[in-house]
């Protein structure tokens, strides 16, 4: 028996579409899927590309549904989770795919109706790609899906959605808010705004300096801009839903880049060499994790 009767994605971009490609090949995930977004031309693609039972522009179809997963930029996680409340039936699961927690944890149970479980996850994985066909079946094999449940959540919800994950491909971890938030400001986060940064570096250069760069990209910028293609709204509101713990995370970066440009300027090969060399154990450990 699938593990939900009807499953509603609403935001079907990269994440909700693999989640509707998955549920679509599988067949245990779901038995019938229901698909909600703001923009009826998203909805007929989600329904030409076979994603869907129901297409629906209107919250009140989350009545129907014994599980509601929200895939929508995290600034929009609070005001669509208060647009479907009203409709949500108690015994649903109500879970997001939120890159950032911060207070989203507090606030929604706050305006749910009483039976509606709210037990939300954040799937590490993604791509620089956005919108219904970017998607695809295999995105969460083999990467973490962090369960991030308050601690009055109940077993029976927390356990379904860590099935829901497991059956997607993906390993499961339950954490606090505020380590999920540490952790993405560091592996995600970060990343994300050093690559930005790095590009804008590049095209503020002078434009004859700026031509050559692109002509001649070695593979260093060339990964960074694959990362610096991802969406602008789903990254400004991550940077800013994540703003304090980022900025410290950044604030230590900026101090170990000055100790990295210090141990150049005073010529300090064994600094240099000590610092790539731990850079080198991190890339081995993650291909040994099978996390690269
Ligand atoms: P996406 O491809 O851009 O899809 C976002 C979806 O949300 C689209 O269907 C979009 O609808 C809808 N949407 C946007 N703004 C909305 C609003 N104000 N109200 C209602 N719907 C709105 O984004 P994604 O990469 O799938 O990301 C979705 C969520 O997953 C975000 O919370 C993100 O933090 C999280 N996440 C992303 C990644 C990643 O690497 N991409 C990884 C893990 C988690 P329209 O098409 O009509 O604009």
Known sequence: MPLFKNLMVVGPGLIGSSI??????DGQLAERLIVMDRDIAVLKRVQELGLADHITLDPADAAQADCVILSVPVRAIEPVARSLAPYLQ???ILTDVASVRGELGAIIPSFLPDGVEYVPSHPMAGTEFSGPDAGFAELFEGRWALLIPSLDAPEWACTKIQHFWESCGARTKVLT??????ICAMVSHLPHLLAFTICDTADNLSAEMRSAVLDYAASGFRDFTRI???????????FSANRDVLLETLERFIQDTQSMADAIRR???EAITAKINRGRRIRRTLIHNKQA
């Open 20 to 25: 509707l490609r998955r549920a679509r090949g």
């Open 90 to 92: 108690p015994g649903t």
């Open 177 to 182: 808010a505020e380590d999920h938030d540490r």
């Open 228 to 238: 610096a293609a991802s969406d602008p709204i789903m990254w400004r509101d991550i």
């Open 267 to 269: 010529g300090d090969d």
